[in-house]
Protein backbone atom coordinates (compact mmCIF):
# COMPACT_ATOMS: atom_id res chain seq x y z
CA UNK A 1 0.00 0.00 0.00
CA UNK A 2 1.23 3.17 -0.82
CA UNK A 3 2.38 5.82 1.49
CA UNK A 4 -0.15 8.62 2.47
CA UNK A 5 2.05 11.63 3.26
CA UNK A 6 0.47 14.60 1.94
CA UNK A 7 1.84 16.60 -0.38
CA UNK A 8 1.73 20.33 -1.01
CA UNK A 9 0.18 20.60 -3.93
CA UNK A 10 -3.10 19.17 -1.73
CA UNK A 11 -5.86 21.13 -1.93
CA UNK A 12 -9.28 22.01 -0.18
CA UNK A 13 -11.17 21.41 -3.13
CA UNK A 14 -9.89 18.29 -4.76
CA UNK A 15 -8.52 16.61 -1.22
CA UNK A 16 -11.08 17.24 1.13
CA UNK A 17 -14.11 17.40 -1.27
CA UNK A 18 -17.17 19.31 0.70
CA UNK A 19 -14.72 22.11 1.52
CA UNK A 20 -14.74 24.20 -2.13
CA UNK A 21 -18.10 25.36 -1.06
CA UNK A 22 -17.73 25.97 2.37
CA UNK A 23 -15.14 28.53 1.91
CA UNK A 24 -16.73 30.80 -0.24
CA UNK A 25 -17.31 33.69 1.97
CA UNK A 26 -15.49 37.46 1.72
CA UNK A 27 -12.19 36.90 3.44
CA UNK A 28 -11.96 33.27 2.56
CA UNK A 29 -8.75 33.20 0.57
CA UNK A 30 -6.29 33.33 3.73
CA UNK A 31 -8.99 31.18 5.91
CA UNK A 32 -8.28 28.65 3.15
CA UNK A 33 -4.58 28.72 3.06
CA UNK A 34 -4.52 28.65 7.08
CA UNK A 35 -6.85 25.46 6.95
CA UNK A 36 -4.92 23.74 3.92
CA UNK A 37 -1.50 24.46 6.09
CA UNK A 38 -3.25 22.40 8.76
CA UNK A 39 -4.60 20.12 7.65
CA UNK A 40 -1.34 19.02 5.81
CA UNK A 41 -0.07 18.85 9.73
CA UNK A 42 -2.69 17.14 10.54
CA UNK A 43 -2.24 14.42 8.22
CA UNK A 44 1.62 13.94 8.85
CA UNK A 45 0.71 13.82 12.36
CA UNK A 46 -1.91 11.06 11.64
CA UNK A 47 0.69 9.08 10.21
CA UNK A 48 3.22 9.23 12.41
CA UNK A 49 1.13 8.42 15.09
CA UNK A 50 -0.04 5.61 12.88
CA UNK A 51 3.44 4.28 12.25
CA UNK A 52 4.07 0.68 14.07
CA UNK A 53 7.53 -1.43 13.86
CA UNK A 54 4.90 -4.48 13.25
CA UNK A 55 4.49 -4.71 9.41
CA UNK A 56 1.10 -6.56 9.34
CA UNK A 57 -0.13 -4.17 12.45
CA UNK A 58 0.90 -1.13 10.82
CA UNK A 59 -1.44 -2.12 7.32
CA UNK A 60 -4.16 -2.52 9.80
CA UNK A 61 -4.08 0.63 11.36
CA UNK A 62 -3.47 2.76 8.49
CA UNK A 63 -5.77 1.10 6.42
CA UNK A 64 -9.10 3.14 6.63
CA UNK A 65 -6.93 6.38 6.91
CA UNK A 66 -5.29 5.48 3.94
CA UNK A 67 -8.56 5.32 2.11
CA UNK A 68 -9.54 8.61 2.38
CA UNK A 69 -12.06 10.54 3.96
CA UNK A 70 -13.25 13.93 3.90
CA UNK A 71 -11.27 14.78 7.30
CA UNK A 72 -14.29 16.90 8.59
CA UNK A 73 -13.30 16.88 11.68
CA UNK A 74 -10.20 17.86 11.87
CA UNK A 75 -11.24 20.77 9.51
CA UNK A 76 -13.39 22.14 12.27
CA UNK A 77 -11.16 21.98 14.63
CA UNK A 78 -9.27 23.94 12.66
CA UNK A 79 -11.69 26.36 11.54
CA UNK A 80 -13.05 27.36 15.18
CA UNK A 81 -9.49 27.33 16.41
CA UNK A 82 -9.12 30.69 14.33
CA UNK A 83 -11.62 32.01 16.94
CA UNK A 84 -8.97 32.45 19.19
CA UNK A 85 -4.82 31.61 18.24
CA UNK A 86 -4.85 29.42 15.70
CA UNK A 87 -3.45 26.13 14.75
CA UNK A 88 -1.10 25.88 17.59
CA UNK A 89 0.14 22.21 18.44
CA UNK A 90 -2.45 21.81 20.82
CA UNK A 91 -4.68 22.11 18.31
CA UNK A 92 -3.77 19.78 15.56
CA UNK A 93 -2.86 17.07 18.87
CA UNK A 94 -6.81 17.53 19.03
CA UNK A 95 -7.13 17.21 15.47
CA UNK A 96 -5.33 14.18 15.25
CA UNK A 97 -6.96 12.65 18.29
CA UNK A 98 -10.69 13.25 16.85
CA UNK A 99 -10.07 11.90 13.96
CA UNK A 100 -8.64 8.46 15.31
CA UNK A 101 -11.74 7.94 17.69
CA UNK A 102 -13.63 8.67 14.15
CA UNK A 103 -10.91 6.04 12.74
CA UNK A 104 -11.19 3.41 15.42
CA UNK A 105 -15.04 4.01 15.35
CA UNK A 106 -15.60 2.81 11.78
CA UNK A 107 -13.96 -0.35 12.03
CA UNK A 108 -16.26 -1.42 15.01
CA UNK A 109 -19.27 0.18 13.30
CA UNK A 110 -18.66 -1.98 10.18
CA UNK A 111 -18.53 -5.21 12.42
CA UNK A 112 -21.40 -4.22 14.25
CA UNK A 113 -23.49 -3.36 10.84
CA UNK A 114 -22.07 -5.86 8.55
CA UNK A 115 -21.00 -3.58 6.40
CA UNK A 116 -19.49 -4.52 3.29
CA UNK A 117 -17.93 -1.82 1.95
CA UNK A 118 -16.07 1.47 3.31
CA UNK A 119 -14.56 4.77 1.47
CA UNK A 120 -14.44 2.48 -1.71
CA UNK A 121 -12.22 -0.49 -0.35
CA UNK A 122 -13.53 -3.64 1.39
CA UNK A 123 -14.46 -3.18 4.78
CA UNK A 124 -11.66 -4.18 7.25
CA UNK A 125 -13.23 -7.36 8.79
CA UNK A 126 -13.84 -8.44 5.33
CA UNK A 127 -9.92 -8.27 4.96
CA UNK A 128 -8.81 -9.50 8.46
CA UNK A 129 -11.98 -10.72 9.80
CA UNK A 130 -14.41 -9.36 13.22
CA UNK A 131 -11.87 -10.09 15.97
CA UNK A 132 -9.14 -8.53 14.26
CA UNK A 133 -10.88 -5.59 13.09
CA UNK A 134 -12.04 -5.04 16.72
CA UNK A 135 -8.87 -5.16 17.85
CA UNK A 136 -7.66 -2.67 15.23
CA UNK A 137 -10.14 -0.33 16.08
CA UNK A 138 -9.10 -0.53 19.83
CA UNK A 139 -5.65 0.20 18.81
CA UNK A 140 -6.62 3.68 17.27
CA UNK A 141 -8.89 4.74 20.15
CA UNK A 142 -5.89 3.76 22.43
CA UNK A 143 -3.43 6.19 20.05
CA UNK A 144 -6.66 9.18 20.23
CA UNK A 145 -6.24 8.81 23.94
CA UNK A 146 -2.48 8.83 24.06
CA UNK A 147 -2.28 12.07 21.37
CA UNK A 148 -5.13 13.63 23.49
CA UNK A 149 -3.81 13.18 26.99
CA UNK A 150 -0.91 15.47 25.89
CA UNK A 151 -3.06 18.54 26.42
CA UNK A 152 -4.55 18.56 29.91
CA UNK A 153 -7.30 17.75 32.02
CA UNK A 154 -9.66 19.61 30.17
CA UNK A 155 -8.80 18.01 26.58
CA UNK A 156 -9.13 14.56 28.75
CA UNK A 157 -12.47 15.21 29.87
CA UNK A 158 -13.17 16.20 26.05
CA UNK A 159 -12.43 13.05 24.64
CA UNK A 160 -14.06 10.47 27.45
CA UNK A 161 -17.05 12.06 27.42
CA UNK A 162 -17.04 12.61 23.72
CA UNK A 163 -16.15 8.20 23.72
CA UNK A 164 -18.68 7.29 25.96
CA UNK A 165 -21.51 8.90 24.16
CA UNK A 166 -20.31 7.11 21.10
CA UNK A 167 -20.30 3.92 23.15
CA UNK A 168 -23.80 4.54 24.48
CA UNK A 169 -25.18 5.61 20.81
CA UNK A 170 -24.25 2.37 19.69
CA UNK A 171 -25.74 0.47 22.28
CA UNK A 172 -28.85 1.96 21.93
CA UNK A 173 -28.53 1.70 18.21
CA UNK A 174 -27.82 -1.76 18.72
CA UNK A 175 -30.36 -2.67 21.66
CA UNK A 176 -33.17 -0.66 19.68
CA UNK A 177 -35.76 1.47 21.27
CA UNK A 178 -37.75 0.20 24.27
CA UNK A 179 -41.86 -0.73 24.72
CA UNK A 180 -42.63 2.91 25.89
CA UNK A 181 -39.72 4.68 23.58
CA UNK A 182 -40.97 7.09 20.84
CA UNK A 183 -39.01 5.36 18.05
CA UNK A 184 -38.51 8.62 16.23
CA UNK A 185 -37.26 10.48 19.15
CA UNK A 186 -34.92 7.83 20.08
CA UNK A 187 -33.00 7.57 17.01
CA UNK A 188 -32.56 11.19 16.67
CA UNK A 189 -30.83 10.96 20.35
CA UNK A 190 -28.87 7.99 18.93
CA UNK A 191 -27.72 9.93 15.74
CA UNK A 192 -26.79 13.28 18.33
CA UNK A 193 -24.63 10.33 20.42
CA UNK A 194 -23.06 8.81 17.47
CA UNK A 195 -22.56 11.52 15.08
CA UNK A 196 -23.23 14.80 16.73
CA UNK A 197 -21.08 14.12 20.34
CA UNK A 198 -17.91 13.97 17.94
CA UNK A 199 -18.53 16.57 15.78
CA UNK A 200 -19.44 18.90 18.37
CA UNK A 201 -16.17 17.57 20.52
CA UNK A 202 -14.59 18.95 16.91
CA UNK A 203 -16.10 22.52 17.43
CA UNK A 204 -15.32 22.96 20.96
CA UNK A 205 -11.68 21.64 21.29
CA UNK A 206 -10.44 23.96 18.44
CA UNK A 207 -12.05 26.81 20.09
CA UNK A 208 -10.98 25.97 23.86
CA UNK A 209 -7.24 24.75 22.78
CA UNK A 210 -6.53 27.40 21.03
CA UNK A 211 -7.55 30.43 23.62
CA UNK A 212 -10.56 31.39 22.06
CA UNK A 213 -13.51 33.14 24.45
CA UNK A 214 -15.41 30.55 26.33
CA UNK A 215 -18.61 32.34 25.83
CA UNK A 216 -18.43 30.36 22.50
CA UNK A 217 -18.11 27.14 23.35
CA UNK A 218 -21.44 26.09 24.47
CA UNK A 219 -23.12 27.49 21.17
CA UNK A 220 -20.38 25.43 19.20
CA UNK A 221 -21.61 22.20 21.32
CA UNK A 222 -25.27 23.41 20.21
CA UNK A 223 -23.87 23.72 16.75
CA UNK A 224 -21.83 20.16 16.35
CA UNK A 225 -24.55 18.42 17.52
CA UNK A 226 -27.71 19.83 15.69
CA UNK A 227 -24.95 19.71 12.76
CA UNK A 228 -24.60 15.69 13.75
CA UNK A 229 -27.88 14.79 13.50
CA UNK A 230 -28.15 16.79 9.83
CA UNK A 231 -25.22 14.71 8.45
CA UNK A 232 -26.94 11.47 9.22
CA UNK A 233 -30.49 12.57 8.01
CA UNK A 234 -29.13 13.42 4.71
CA UNK A 235 -26.92 10.02 4.84
CA UNK A 236 -30.45 8.17 5.26
CA UNK A 237 -31.68 9.68 2.26
CA UNK A 238 -28.02 9.47 0.34
CA UNK A 239 -28.51 5.84 1.23
CA UNK A 240 -31.54 5.16 -0.45
CA UNK A 241 -29.32 6.32 -3.98
CA UNK A 242 -26.54 4.10 -5.64
CA UNK A 243 -22.93 5.49 -4.79
CA UNK A 244 -21.34 6.05 -7.85
CA UNK A 245 -17.70 6.48 -6.50
CA UNK A 246 -18.13 4.35 -3.34
CA UNK A 247 -19.97 1.67 -5.32
CA UNK A 248 -21.99 1.23 -2.51
CA UNK A 249 -25.97 -0.04 -4.10
CA UNK A 250 -29.02 1.91 -2.50
CA UNK A 251 -30.56 0.80 0.41
CA UNK A 252 -27.95 -0.48 1.66
CA UNK A 253 -28.82 -0.06 5.41
CA UNK A 254 -32.59 -1.11 5.01
CA UNK A 255 -31.06 -4.19 3.46
CA UNK A 256 -28.75 -5.07 6.37
CA UNK A 257 -32.01 -4.15 8.86
CA UNK A 258 -30.19 -1.37 10.03
CA UNK A 259 -32.79 1.59 10.94
CA UNK A 260 -33.31 5.06 9.29
CA UNK A 261 -35.45 7.83 9.28
CA UNK A 262 -37.50 7.13 6.12
CA UNK A 263 -38.17 3.95 7.16
CA UNK A 264 -39.29 5.00 10.53
CA UNK A 265 -41.33 7.71 10.00
CA UNK A 266 -42.91 4.91 6.76
CA UNK A 267 -44.13 2.75 9.69
CA UNK A 268 -45.61 6.08 11.38
CA UNK A 269 -47.69 6.69 8.46
CA UNK A 270 -51.25 5.90 8.83
CA UNK A 271 -51.39 5.95 4.57
CA UNK A 272 -52.27 2.12 3.70
CA UNK A 273 -49.71 2.36 0.67
CA UNK A 274 -47.11 3.23 3.02
CA UNK A 275 -48.06 0.53 5.48
CA UNK A 276 -48.32 -1.75 2.65
CA UNK A 277 -44.50 -0.54 1.77
CA UNK A 278 -43.54 -0.85 5.24
CA UNK A 279 -44.98 -4.62 5.68
CA UNK A 280 -43.20 -5.15 1.99
CA UNK A 281 -39.30 -3.94 3.51
CA UNK A 282 -39.98 -6.07 6.63
CA UNK A 283 -41.10 -9.14 4.94
CA UNK A 284 -38.10 -8.97 2.05
CA UNK A 285 -35.45 -8.04 4.80
CA UNK A 286 -36.71 -11.16 6.70
CA UNK A 287 -35.99 -13.05 3.71
CA UNK A 288 -32.63 -11.58 3.39
CA UNK A 289 -31.54 -12.62 6.32
CA UNK A 290 -32.96 -16.03 5.37
CA UNK A 291 -30.39 -15.67 2.79
CA UNK A 292 -32.29 -14.88 -0.39
CA UNK A 293 -30.00 -12.15 -2.60
CA UNK A 294 -30.65 -8.79 -1.22
CA UNK A 295 -31.72 -7.54 -4.87
CA UNK A 296 -35.07 -8.90 -3.90
CA UNK A 297 -36.39 -5.64 -2.15
CA UNK A 298 -34.62 -3.60 -5.25
CA UNK A 299 -38.39 -2.44 -6.01
CA UNK A 300 -39.08 -1.09 -2.57
CA UNK A 301 -35.72 0.65 -2.38
CA UNK A 302 -36.94 2.68 -5.25
CA UNK A 303 -40.57 2.74 -4.13
CA UNK A 304 -39.09 4.48 -0.51
CA UNK A 305 -36.39 6.78 -2.28
CA UNK A 306 -39.54 8.41 -3.87
CA UNK A 307 -41.83 8.64 -0.77
CA UNK A 308 -43.10 11.81 1.32
CA UNK A 309 -41.67 9.92 4.33
CA UNK A 310 -37.99 10.03 2.23
CA UNK A 311 -38.60 13.68 1.13
CA UNK A 312 -39.45 14.56 4.91
CA UNK A 313 -36.01 13.16 5.94
CA UNK A 314 -34.27 15.85 3.54
CA UNK A 315 -36.91 18.48 5.23
CA UNK A 316 -35.97 17.23 8.81
CA UNK A 317 -32.16 17.00 7.86
CA UNK A 318 -32.35 21.05 6.90
CA UNK A 319 -34.27 21.86 10.04
CA UNK A 320 -31.42 20.54 12.22
CA UNK A 321 -28.71 22.39 9.43
CA UNK A 322 -30.73 25.36 10.49
CA UNK A 323 -30.85 25.58 14.05
CA UNK A 324 -27.58 24.36 14.21
CA UNK A 325 -26.84 28.38 12.48
CA UNK A 326 -28.95 29.80 14.79
CA UNK A 327 -26.45 28.75 17.51
CA UNK A 328 -24.10 30.61 15.86
CA UNK A 329 -25.26 33.68 16.95
CA UNK A 330 -22.87 34.64 19.66
CA UNK A 331 -19.89 34.17 17.15
CA UNK A 332 -18.23 36.93 15.83
CA UNK A 333 -19.56 38.06 12.41
CA UNK A 334 -16.53 37.26 9.55
CA UNK A 335 -15.07 34.26 7.73
CA UNK A 336 -15.06 31.73 10.47
CA UNK A 337 -18.63 32.31 11.15
CA UNK A 338 -19.69 32.09 7.38
CA UNK A 339 -17.39 28.76 6.95
CA UNK A 340 -19.44 27.33 9.57
CA UNK A 341 -22.73 28.40 8.72
CA UNK A 342 -21.85 27.29 5.02
CA UNK A 343 -20.62 23.95 6.75
CA UNK A 344 -23.67 23.38 8.24
CA UNK A 345 -25.40 23.58 5.14
CA UNK A 346 -23.40 21.97 2.76
CA UNK A 347 -23.74 18.69 4.76
CA UNK A 348 -27.85 18.90 5.40
CA UNK A 349 -28.14 19.56 1.48
CA UNK A 350 -25.61 16.71 -0.18
CA UNK A 351 -27.42 14.73 -2.68
CA UNK A 352 -24.67 12.18 -3.45
Same mark, same amino acid.
Not at 55 to 83: I, N, S
Not at 194 to 217: F, N
Not at 279 to 285: N, Q, S, T, W
Not at 288 to 317: F, V, Y
Given at each position: ??????????????????????????????????????????????????????????????????????????????????????????????????????????????????????????????????????????????????????????????????????????????????????PIAFYIQVLSD??????????????????????????????????????????????????????????????????????????????????????????????????????????????? @?????? @?????????????????????????????????? @????????
Amino acid at each position: MTSSSASPEISLASRFGLSDRIFAGPGAKKLVSVIEKGLLEVEESMARELDTADPLVDAMARYLFEAGGKRVRPMLVLLTAQLGGGATPAVVDAAVALELMHLGSLYHDDVMDGADRRRGVPAAHKVWGNSTAILVGDLLLSRASRVMGRRGDDAVELQTETFERLVIGQLHETVGAGEGDDPIAFYIQVLSDKTGSLIAAAAQAGAHLSGADAAYRPALREFGEKVGVAFQLADDVIDLSPGADTGKVAGTDLRAGVVTMPYLLLKASEEPADRDLAARIDAGVERIRSGEDASIIDAEIAEL @RDSAAT @RRTHELALRWSAEAVEALSVLPRGAVREALTRFA @RQLADRSS
